[in-house]
């Protein structure tokens, strides 16, 4: 699992250093086609909203950065508090298992070899479980190392990112500093701004994405700790149940140790008793019914203590075989796991390529519209010399100009209502298309102030023309008394308009001319008809160039409306695009962070409460596993000291027997109270049985059947075993009235009644 995840970081840290590469050479490449374009003359409206809209950005950027600190303040705290219950469950757990090892001693020294053997092997299993949690413990923990390996290298590279980005800028300051060039610098400032508000937005984007993902912790922290609340109270009901369980225990230990005391006195006497018939006849009835009964008691001995190893080693192969179905289970769902992060490791560098694909279409496209833009540039310029041109018309033609004035500012209206409209709608647009509609209003309004300037002009020149006009009309017709200097200022007169030709179409005006009376003393009428005449053609040409200039304007309008159409698709297209990068960037960032992220400390304990809800209920399935033990065991002990007590008694009364066979009345009557005393005895365990039968721990449901079934064999067992005893008095009592009616009598002295009541003491 190391050698593949280390391989999966190294093909992740490649494909990070290609797209890094990639992204580079792009943005050189589009810096390089940015120095190429010319600078329009609007840069100071452009750097006032470019201050406008970083000073906007700084303080939203200031509010994220001021509720990202508040929540970062409550993740420590958070974190804090998550160490702290971590260190008490931790810390309980050891108390715990301290107990439980303590609670192990206890029934190591009082359980017997073959509970012993039981609990050796839950120990074994139970020291191999913590010696693999253990080696699981250190895996875990030599990775989190190898992640913090990996995430110091991940900074040391951001920081030699931030130091070349650093050398870059300084270069790019040097360049400026070299060349005087003030466009250039213009171009520069126009890359940082955009390369800000390119960071800016992705900050943006970042604190609203960590803002998510704080939230989605911080609901799993109170999950986590509500967890961990209902842990502790489990944890606090285990131990009161444990507590009352081995004070039972203990008390029903003194009980038991008293029964067995009274157990083995019964059954000495009765083996003392057995030994003394035997020894009289031993071909006998009663001596056989004595052997069959000491021979059943000997099987029903052996068989409580046989089953219950055979029990534990049941349970146990039982869990043998759960606990490997839930490792096999844990496996399948290890492998599933790695396939899915495999799957979407794919998913998200195919995601990436396309991403790549579509800004090398995007290259292309901006390329081809940079084209066009240059382009288009001649026709601007021609159209501003039409629009010279027609600047100087008449006041015929004015009236069709202001109309066409009316149109183009109800146009400009009409587009910033829909920027309007547009600027609502859409929270954010985009670069390129702020900057061409702000261009294409700026140019609207320079075209109106030149048209204003041109009318004023046309106006002026009317104005001469009128005046000129009037004098003419008003002089006589002179004979030219000097042809000479009439000559010399008809050579005089083309010099000025040929000068002014080459500059603009019509003369200079009057208040750029001095005053000449004797330019039109001597001309003829037929020269005014002659400069009549032309100025009409002039005034026809003029109308046709106004006429062309007229539709050359409606199809210019045309092609802003189509333009604008064609803005708004893009913007739109460019929005739709703008939000499935979004998203896949949000899918990239969980995926990113669900990778880098899986072994926070949320993972961590929930990891931990889950390890520890198996260990506690694994140990709870132990505790009454061992539980049923303890019991079988103790009722085993329980019984075989109640028959050497038994054994022990009878060995006794066959002692004292031996010692007065002479006497046969004495050893009838100490016979007789001991039948009474133990009848009494019998009776009175049986009520200490049933009491503890009904009154013992409150078993769970599932071993409560099985509780009845042992305890009915057990009683049933009793009953076989008082049976085969009445028998055997019955014999007793035979023998003693076949001895009486043959004539033998029993004499009753002191010694074998003080011998009885000792035993009965």
Known sequence: MMKEDAKELHSIRQQNYLLQSKLRSAEEESQKKRLAQVTDSTTEEKFQQIDKEIKEQEMLIKGYQQENEKLYLQLKGQQAKGKANEEAMFNENQRLLTELASAREQLNKTSRPVGNVCLMDHTQRITDLLAQINTFQRNEAKLSDHIRTLKQEKQALEVDLQLMKKERDLAKAQVTSTSGDKTFEMRLLEDKHKEEVSALRKKLQWFAENQELLDKDAGRLKAATAEIHRLKEQVEQLKVEVGKRSNEQQRKGKDKSVDTKRMRDLERQVRELEQILRHRNPNSLPALIYAAASAGSQENAGAPTASPPGRVTALLERRIQRLEAELESHDEEAKHSLRAMEQQFHRIKLRYEQRISELELELQQK????????????????????????????????????????????????????????????????????????????????????????????????????????????????????????????????????????????????????????????????????????????????????????????????????????????????????????????????????????????????????????????????LTELQGAKDALA????????????????????????????????????????????????????????????????????????????????AQDKSKELEAFRLELDSILDILRHLQKQGVVFPAPDHQMTSAAFCDS
């Open 635 to 714: 009722i085993s002990r329980t019984r075989e000291d109640a028959l050497q007590k038994q054994l022990t008694k009878l060995l006794m009364e066959l002692k004292e027997a031996k010692e007065a066979q002479s006497s046969e009345v004495k050893l009838l009557c100490s016979l007789e109270r001991k039948l009474l005393n133990m009848e009494f005895r019998h009776q009175h365990r049986e009520k200490e049985l049933q009491q503890v039968i009904s009154g013992s721990w409150q078993t769970p449901e599932a071993n409560q059947q099985s509780e009845v079934e042992r305890w009915r064999r057990l």
């Open 367 to 622: 390329q081809q519209v940079d084209v066009t833009t240059a382009e288009t540039e001649p026709r601007v310029s021609r159209v501003q010399s039409l629009e010279e041109e027609l600047q100087l018309l008449k006041e015929t033609y004015q009236q069709k100009e202001k109309g066409l004035c009316d149109q183009i500012e109800a146009l400009q209206q009409q587009l910033k209502h829909k920027v309007c409209t547009g600027g609502a709608a859409i929270t954010i647009p985009g670069r390129h298309q702020r900057q061409a509609e702000a261009a294409f209003g700026v140019r609207i309004e320079r075209l109106n102030q030149e048209l204003t300037a041109k009318t004023r002009t046309i106006q002026e020149l009317s104005r001469t023309v009128a005046r000129l006009q009037k004098e003419r009309t008003s002089v006589p017709p002179v004979p030219s008394p000097r042809p000479e200097t009439r000559s010399a200022e008809t050579r005089r007169q083309p010099c000025p308009t040929k000068t002014c030709g080459g500059e603009e179409t019509f003369p200079a005006a009057q208040y750029e001319k001095t005053y000449q009376p004797t330019v039109f003393a001597g001309s003829h009428i037929s020269e005014v008809l002659q400069e009549n005449e032309t100025l009409r053609q002039r005034l026809e040409l003029l109308q046709v160039q106004n006429e062309q200039e007229r539709e050359a304007l409606k199809a210019e309008a045309a092609r802003a409306k189509e333009e604008l159409h064609r803005l708004k698709e893009h913007s739109a297209e460019q929005i739709s695009s703008m939000k499935e990068e979004q998203l896949r960037v949000l899918d990239h960032l969980r995926a990113t962070y669900a990778l880098e992220h899986s072994s926070s400390k949320v993972a961590e304990l929930t990891n931990e409460l889950n390890t520890q809800k198996i260990m506690v209920k694994h140990l709870q399935e132990q």
